[in-house]
């Protein structure tokens, strides 16, 4: 039996996002997204992929069917806006059935579609089925570091309009060694993703590129060829800059938010070096299998 755990807006937009060559929500064990308002509501408007869960005569609620829930990567369920784990709700009494079943915390949506729906109003849906080729075919966002203000992604999404426009992306930096032609302030870092590559030289610059042109309303995009590497290791750097977190710290955040984000050999140990320009010494112990 599975524990309940609460899941951030941020948290859930992120595990929609997730990616290797195609969207992971193709994946047939990878999310369970359950709608535990009523069907009015659901009808109206739903956070994409999400299913609404059926109740018996008795209002209570029913194991959706042809999923297996024991395999599930992630099992999130939200209502309206529950919340807190105390108390009674929807999302809290359908999670606590699910959980029965489940062998990882099942996932209750805090702020529930309220406020998911505020934040993230482009993925709002009225779809209910979807076949596996529309699955296949969903176009991945960038993955949110800090809410609102800070994204990491690849070429095509730094090159979309659209995602630029529903994120609020004000500027860029583009570290690959293709170039972006935007209307918008870019700061583009030629490395390639090599060992070899010196991207310490650049991060004090990047730093302040993005503390300049970060703000409410005006979000900065950090992207690189795949968004797996350079992107990563940039993004780390800004978080040992901007919260003064060990190299650690700011791994295990990334890690969180990407789950396949992964330095290179050469940038993890730039990224040793970084932390010890900006903490003063040396903490975190690279040589573990972690990094």
Not at 44 to 64: A, C, N, W, Y
Not at 148 to 169: F, R, T
Not at 210 to 218: F, G, L, T, W
Request: aromatic share 10%; charged share 20%; net charge negative.
């Amino acid at each position: 039996m599975g524990e309940l755990a609460l899941c951030t807006s941020t948290e859930l937009y992120n595990i929609l996002n997730q990616s290797t060559k195609f969207s992971r929500l193709a994946e047939p064990n990878y999310l369970c997204l359950l709608d535990a308002r009523s069907k009015r509501e659901y009808n109206e408007s739903h956070v994409i992929t999400g299913r609404r869960v059926k109740q018996d005569e008795s209002m209570q609620f029913l194991l959706p069917e042809s999923i297996e829930l024991a395999s599930m990567k992630y099992c999130v369920v939200y209502d309206s806006r529950t919340n807190s784990l105390e108390g009674e709700g929807p999302a809290l009494e359908c999670a606590k059935v699910i959980s029965q079943v489940c062998h990882k915390p099942v996932l209750v949506l805090r702020g529930g579609y309220e406020e998911f729906s505020a934040y993230y109003h482009f993925f709002r849906s009225q779809k209910v089925f979807w076949m596996p080729q529309e699955i296949d075919d969903f176009q991945p966002y960038p993955i949110e570091i800090i809410h609102g203000l800070l994204y990491m992604g690849d070429q095509s999404q730094a090159n979309d309009h659209h995602i630029h426009k529903d994120l609020k992306i004000k500027s860029e930096v583009n570290v690959s060694l293709e170039p972006i032609q935007l209307s918008m302030p870019i700061l583009h870092i030629s490395v390639p993703d090599s060992c070899d590559s010196d991207l310490l030289q650049f991060f004090s610059t990047i730093c302040d590129f993005i503390d300049c042109h970060m703000a409410p309303n005006s979000a900065v995009l950090v992207s690189s060829t795949l968004g797996i590497s350079r992107s990563s290791a940039v993004i780390i750097a800004y978080l040992i800059h901007s919260r003064r977190w060990t190299l650690q710290e700011a791994w295990s955040h990334v890690r969180k938010c990407k789950t396949n984000m992964r330095p290179n050999r050469g940038f993890v140990q730039q990224l040793s070096e970084w932390e010890k320009t900006v903490l003063g010494h040396q903490i975190t112990d690279i040589s573990e299998p972690r990094f």
